[in-house]
């Protein structure tokens, strides 16, 4: 086999991994923005969430209902018949269920797991 063939080989391989673990182990990066989540949370936090679902009190990354592209940061206060209740600690600073309802389900994309970044507030939720 010619090098140039391997190499090729080898990184096709590695993109297939990539999308095979992507699908096995989901993660999506978000931003915190403005003050919703304090003193959870700061607005400029960059969290890790894991696809899946979440349970009361758990961290959440949430379409936004009103706007699609955006992505709302809220903590899951109650679970029901009509949706999943989100709430953001910070109540005066906050949209969320208070305004917008219960969310659907499928409009959880995940647990907030871990924040990477200020590099000092550097842990798991």
């Keep these: ?33 403005g003050d919703s989540m304090l003193p959870a949370l700061a607005s400029g936090d960059r969290l890790l969430v894991l696809a899946g ?22 903590r899951v206060a109650a679970r029901g018949p009509h949706g999943v209740t989100v709430l953001g600690d910070n109540p005066a600073a906050s949209t969320d ?15 907030a797991v871990y924040r990477y970044f200020p590099e000092s507030r550097r842990g798991r939720l």
Aim: glycine share 8%; proline share 7%; net charge positive.
């Design 53 to 74: 679902r979440a349970g009361v009190g758990d961290i959440v990354a949430v379409t936004d209902p009103r706007t699609p592209a955006r992505t709302l940061v809220k």
């Design 1 to 33: 086999m010619r090098r140039s063939t391997r190499h090729y080989l080898v990184a096709v391989a590695a993109v297939f991994g990539a999308m095979w673990l992507r699908r096995r182990w989901p993660v999506v990066r978000v931003e915190v923005v």
């Design 97 to 111: 269920s208070r305004a917008l309802g219960p969310v659907a389900p499928a409009a959880i994309r995940g647990r």
